[in-house]
């Protein structure tokens, strides 16, 4: 971000962040990734070293008012009484590991649950779901830290996840969810769409009989052609038509 921007463009720079975010809390909501609980995060867009992450709320209610301010380390910046998510500790060490990450989700999608616990491949098996990447890997917070209440509550946690996603843009947490994580704020919706209807398609077709997962050049080739200029803001457009914007 050039050092020379003024205040004007600053705050225009900012407030686009917030409206996209709170848009895409709503949209995440109405597409039933995120329900009471879950959340989604953006890096400052002109602090690289903080997020930006709701108070502790439902996604589909969030407003403008509720966006608060982290650092990497999950310390609220500013003062404000409001709680914060427990679990924002995901986001800040993502953040951390993973300069190239600029915005991230965490959800329950109840239709990734069973393949948290089972050693079923979520690989794509469709091209929509080729952002995903090839590999969907697995945290197990038994691993590390024994018996716990499931949630990922601290900086030592984020980063122990953060390890297991690695440099992927998806991880599954054994019992509990998921984690994404890509480029951008739409990107990112891509990506949780996508694996939320790979995993209802696996099984689905697991029912049926075999799964025949893309190869790995179909997978880059179609999530190249997917996280593009023209697919994302045709995905964006449909996705803030159908949380209720009416036609932009
Ligand atoms: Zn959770």
Same mark, same amino acid.
């Given at each position: 971000?050039?050092? +020379? ?50 108070? +502790? ?13 982290? %650092? ?14 427990? $679990? ?16 991230? %989700? ?10 948290? *616990? ?14 995903? @990447? ?21 900086? $030592? ?6 390890? %297991?996603? @690695? ?22 919706? *891509? ?13 689905? %077709?697991?029912? *049926? ?40």
């Amino acid at each position: 971000m050039p050092a +020379s921007l003024g205040d004007d463009q600053k705050s225009e720079i900012i407030d686009a962040a917030l409206t996209r975010l709170v848009m895409a809390n709503h949209i995440l909501a109405r597409e039933d990734i995120i329900d009471n609980f879950g959340h989604v995060s953006m890096r400052h867009p002109l602090r690289p070293d903080r997020y930006l992450l709701s108070r +502790s709320r439902s996604p589909q209610v969030v407003s403008r008012g509720d966006i608060m301010e982290f %650092t990497l380390d999950g310390e609220l910046i500013g003062e404000d009484s409001r709680s914060p998510y427990a $679990e924002r500790h995901i986001h800040g060490a993502i953040y951390k590991d993973r300069p190239d990450v600029n915005a991230v %989700t965490h959800h329950h999608a109840r239709s990734i649950l069973p393949f948290t *616990m089972l050693d079923i491949s979520l690989r794509p098996m469709f091209h929509m779901a080729s952002v995903i @990447g090839p590999d969907v890997p697995t945290w197990d917070s038994q691993h590390e830290f024994g018996d716990t209440n499931m949630l990922v509550d601290s900086m $030592e946690m984020g980063h122990s996840l953060s390890r %297991t996603l @690695g440099k992927g843009r998806v991880a599954l947490l054994r019992g509990h969810g998921a984690v994404c994580a890509a480029g951008d704020i739409r990107s990112v919706i *891509m990506v949780s769409i996508g694996l939320r209807d790979n995993a209802a398609l696996v099984a689905q %077709t697991l029912a *049926m009989g075999k799964v025949t997962y893309l190869t790995d050049g179909e997978i880059e080739k179609s999530s190249n052609m997917l996280l593009g200029a023209m697919p994302l803001a045709r995905a964006w457009d449909y996705w803030v038509a159908r949380a209720g914007y009416g036609r932009l």
